[in-house]
């Protein structure tokens, strides 16, 4: 699983979510978030952690089946915002900004590693 570690990606948090731009991270960087890190434990080897761009402390265990490449979302029109189509204002404004934030980290890991979300959040 460590492989993907640092992957700008686009991610929902159940069945039928929304898909959003997320970043897969390593949760041992993490280590002074007891939260993230029993959440981390919990579903060891079963699950990825993710953080979701622009969503406060958002983070979620996410089956493999719940996460898509970067640029399989964008081939899918992810990144149009269909899913915030029918959202209020404010929501299709995170859904912009979560795309900025993601957009800058996916570029910036193409020539670096991410290290934690809040280092590709602060971008």
């Known amino acids: 699983m460590t492989?993907?570690?640092?992957?700008?990606?686009f991610a929902k948090s159940a069945e039928h979510a929304h898909w959003w731009p997320a970043l897969i991270f390593d949760p041992r960087s993490f280590l002074h978030n007891a939260e993230?890190?029993?959440?981390a434990r919990r579903n060891l080897g079963k699950r990825y952690m993710v953080f979701f761009f622009e969503n406060q402390e958002?983070?979620?265990a996410i089956p493999?089946?719940?996460?898509?490449?970067?640029?399989?979302?964008?081939e899918k029109d992810f990144d149009k915002g269909r899913s915030v189509r029918n959202a209020s204002?404010?929501?299709k404004l995170q859904f912009q900004r979560a795309m900025d934030a993601a957009k800058m980290a996916f570029d910036d890991n193409s020539t670096e590693?991410?290290?934690s979300p809040r280092n590709s959040k602060d971008r």
């Open 113 to 115: 590693t991410v290290e």
């Open 89 to 91: 204002k404010n929501r």
């Open 36 to 39: 993230v890190v029993d959440l």
């Open 64 to 74: 493999k089946t719940w996460i898509v490449t970067w640029e399989e979302g964008i």
């Open 3 to 9: 492989e993907r570690f640092g992957e700008i990606c």
């Open 58 to 60: 958002a983070f979620a």
